[in-house]
């Protein structure tokens, strides 16, 4: 089975494919940040050709898609206290109609079985909700990320191992306990601190996502191959 990773740099998801046996390959406008044998680093739409691949999963940029910062798609008077090279206002709004077009085009790619993995934002809301949304302690990682999958032709994603949250009270002295994992603050923030290399991070797919990937619709993109290659 032919997989393609698109806007991956880390080679986490395609790896764990390819463990599995299958002839997986990650893509990315960044360079692999493990074994580059199996990286293609280039624009992905100049590899969607039909016929190449039977599954496809897709991590377009989240910058201007997800629902953080939405004081700067607006017009007002803060504009003059952003950091050099951040987009606000009219520019900002175009670089998010831009990352909707492109996921569009990747919803659309010739490819027979299709994801798109996006955190919480827009895309359910401009383009059409996800298929289901999950969260890195269903597979066995410590961290809390409510992420959406828009599948096409393949299934929902089954939880695979909990990992238990720890409990705190928050806010501080209101009795109210709530449940944190290691990636939050009490408050649940980000512990990530701010760097250049932070949106990287904050990006990378957990391990567990990436078996559960490999393992559940590799089996099920392999029938179907089967199936197609026997009728």
């Not at 079985?113 to 996800?130: D, L, M, R």
């Not at 409990?167 to 002295?173: H, M, S």
């Not at 290399?197 to 191959?225: H, L, P």
Request: neutral net charge; contains cysteine; hydrophobic residues 35%.
């Amino acid at each position: 089975m032919r997989v393609l990773i698109g806007c991956e740099s880390s080679g986490i998801i395609r790896d764990a494919f390819r463990k599995l046996g299958h002839d997986a390959y990650s893509c990315d406008l960044l360079p692999c940040e493990g074994d580059p044998t199996f990286h293609f680093q280039c624009d992905v739409r100049t590899l969607l050709k039909p016929g190449m691949w039977d599954l496809f999963i897709c991590h377009p940029d989240c910058t201007y898609l997800t629902n953080s910062a939405a004081w700067a798609f607006g017009d007002g008077p803060y504009h003059q206290k952003v950091k050099p090279g951040t987009l606000v206002g009219a520019d900002r709004r175009a670089a998010r109609e831009e990352a909707l077009a492109f996921v569009r085009e990747m919803m659309d790619a010739p490819v027979p079985h299709i994801a798109i993995e996006n955190p919480v934002g827009v895309i359910s809301t401009q383009i059409k909700p996800a298929s289901q949304y999950i969260q890195p302690h269903e597979y066995g990682d410590d961290a809390s990320k409510k992420t959406g999958l828009w599948l096409k032709n393949l299934p929902l994603l089954r939880p695979t191992r909990s990992c238990p949250p720890r409990i705190v009270e928050w806010p501080k002295g209101s009795g109210k306990m709530v449940q944190r994992w290691s990636n939050q603050t009490d408050s649940g923030q980000n512990r990530l601190s701010p760097g250049a290399d932070r949106w990287i991070e904050r990006s990378r797919t957990y391990q567990g996502w990436a078996e559960a990937m490999a393992s559940q619709w590799g089996e099920y993109v392999q029938q179907a191959v089967e199936g197609r290659e026997a009728a």
